[in-house]
């Protein structure tokens, strides 16, 4: 199995030089670890897929060191672009623009736009500034499960499968990025995450339309990753529920003696010879960063099933239900 290493000035300069090679590197964002290799090289990119076990037809995001970089991979940029860039970057927002003819289709999916991003990590930073180009990357995971939060949850998903793992601590955020698509008439919210619908409304001064799932749409075309039906899954089979039902749930579950993971933050932890359980932190920001650890703990557990105790349904808690709804479809 590949280990990790400290993202020192050495580590960084081997994983250039393995990024030019047209290896896999994977390293640290403040959403979550991504699995890079050089945007611009089309064997590299189908190294990513390979790595993932990822459709080839599921588009990237390409990660950029600086604004200025978004006319090297995108045409007929509109100035809502710059603006969410020069309030948001870097930070967790992926902006899906038109591209540039010379993008690999590997990177797109074979579409007409591309996603581009300035992670707000500063070994991502570092590591894509001593690159000197775009490092497409994906959440470095094995296609829909947990995406990794720290450098050992890429150990254990993808192996020697990657060249190199870039340990930059545990995500800050520890969920994916904002996308936002400003390649048609109206911005469209793909994914929601830790930059809200109305923060970027207030900056556009628009009403942003959101896109449905795949799956829920009469479009088949996939425009982001992360709009799957089921994504982000652990292989233990998870069920959201209300607070409400989880004490009866339980109870059922325990008469059959099923072995029961549960994630919890109103009720104490309980902790039995069936029943594993988790507390998580009652605020959003808080519950996102320890989200895909504790249920990548549970899942390594081998249980029956994994309980979630459902979050609110309010503006704060939008990419946390987002996540929990895809990781606990059975469709």
Partial sequence: MMKSILADDAAIEQAVLLLQQGRLV???????????????NPEAVRRIFQAKGRP??????????SADCLKDWAIDIPEAAYKLAEQFWPGPLAIILNKQASVPVEVTGGQ????????????????????????AAPSANRFCRISPT??????EELGDTVDLILDGGASMIGVESTIIDLSGQKPTLLRPGHITQLE????LQTKILIASSVFESSDPILRAPGMMAVHYAPTTTAKLCSKHHLPELIEALSRQHKQIGLLTYTFKSIETALIHSINMPISADNYAQ????SLRELDNLKLDIILIEQPPDTEGWQAIND??????STQ
């Fill in 26 to 40: 994977a390293f640290p964002t403040e959403t979550v670890y991504g699995l890079g290799a050089d945007a611009s």
């Fill in 56 to 65: 080839a037809d599921h588009p990237l995001i390409v990660h950029i060191p």
């Fill in 112 to 135: 007409d736009t591309v996603g581009l991003r300035m992670p707000n990590h500063p070994v991502a930073l570092q590591l894509l500034n001593a690159f000197g180009g775009g490092i």
């Fill in 150 to 155: 720290q450098a050992s949850h890429v150990e």
């Fill in 200 to 203: 970027l409304e207030a900056v």
């Fill in 290 to 293: 320890s989200l895909y650890a």
């Fill in 323 to 328: 996540r929990l709804f895809k990781a606990t």
